[in-house]
DNA sequence: ATTATGACAGACAGGTCTGTCTACAATCAA
DNA sequence: TTGATTGTAGACAGACCTGTCTGTCATAAT
């Protein structure tokens, strides 16, 4: 059985999905469309036919449109930290400098051309209730706020899991800024905030 | 001609509309169902039922559903600024308090039930482009910086301008602290690294 | 008394939404 | 060859979307 194959030789993703181009191709086009036009805004045959992929294989792959959602964020995330880990790990600065590099790789997002916010806090507004995306939000925001506090406690800050609180604020406040005031410079302000705390902690 | 007493008794409201019981039900149920569940997420239909009003008479009073959008953000915007503006007032604190009272009072909002974050942060999440609905968002915007840049100058503060910026930024961070983690002390946790700007300033 | 206004109820059009279904083609393994 | 898998194409259902329209009624100014 090719599932089993594909198991065994380390082809399925981590939710157990086997990699499929129509797949792929179905999640890259609602992603990108997802996060730049909103997600209510765009309808399953948008996706269905800017990925060139027929309505039944869409629902083969995702039971619903919301499940398409919940992947949607499920990718974002994982890319996210990977970059985020990657980076960190490449610059191999020092632990308090790490905590400050956090800001200025999210600085360079800012001025990517297409950018248009967090697409976990943007999900946020669109999905109030209890729910799968709802689930990969909080998922995401946990990473991120443990990034942050690892990133604490290797500096040898004082309460790192407050600080960790301190530091995702800023974080968040400088990605709002950045979509809503069109202001990437405040991503430099948050890190010479970050900067302020670590220094007193 | 009735219009014309309206606007000579000062009862028409900025926009030139004069009060009706009709209008002000429709920007009611609007506002307290866009917010609570998202704009894209509500029809017109779902406002027309829960206010009791006649389709026509919406359509009367705002030309388009990006009207009502565009109302109900104007009105949330002249809300908090009333109401920022009678509650500093009333406390009568010395500037560098008042600006240190700002995050004081989005705190309680935080913890009132049904919170759900930022009126115009979630409406930016779901309209992308340019159109009523961005201008309303980027108006509220300069209220809040405008307040914050007012509060740093009559503290005395070095930089009020810059300053200003960063403390949008720590709002905003607050906010979506409190949206998404369920944490409403972000309100404090922002107004301590305020108070620290404030010092170094 | 007449006219104007505002609001009511609700049908209607034309489109889009999600999700299901049938039928057919291509690939590949047994 | 046969059968399983995966994908494509597109019709279809039923609900909901925004926005328009007809017609009725109550109120109130002229």
Redesign the pocket.
């Known amino acids: 059985?090719?599932?089993m194959r594909a198991a065994a030789s380390g082809l399925a993703d981590q939710a157990g999905h086997?990699p499929?181009?129509?797949?792929e191709?179905i999640l890259a086009t609602a992603s990108r469309l997802f996060y730049s036009e909103g997600i209510?805004a765009?309808?399953?045959?948008?996706v269905i036919a800017e990925s060139?992929?027929?309505?039944?294989?869409l629902?083969?792959?995702f039971?619903?449109?919301?499940e398409l959602v919940a992947a949607y964020l499920a990718q974002a995330s994982d890319e996210w930290q990977q970059w985020m880990r990657t980076s960190l790990e490449r610059a191999a600065l020092p632990p308090g400098e790490s905590v400050l590099a956090v800001f200025d790789l999210v600085g360079e997002r800012f001025q990517a051309p297409g950018f248009r916010g967090c697409p976990f806090i943007n999900a946020a507004a669109e999905f109030p209730g209890p729910g799968r995306v709802t689930e990969r939000i909080d998922a995401h925001r946990t990473r991120v706020r443990d990034l942050f506090a690892g990133l604490a406690r290797s500096a040898g800050a004082a309460g790192p899991e407050s600080l960790a609180d301190t530091l995702t604020m800023l974080y968040d406040g400088a990605m709002i800024s950045a979509q809503l005031d069109g202001r990437p410079a405040a991503a430099q302000d948050a890190r010479e905030v970050a900067r302020g705390l670590l220094a007193a902690a």
């Open positions: 059985m090719s599932v086997r499929s181009a129509a797949r191709r209510h765009v309808g399953v045959d948008r060139g992929v027929a309505k039944a294989t629902y083969a792959h039971t619903s449109k919301e």
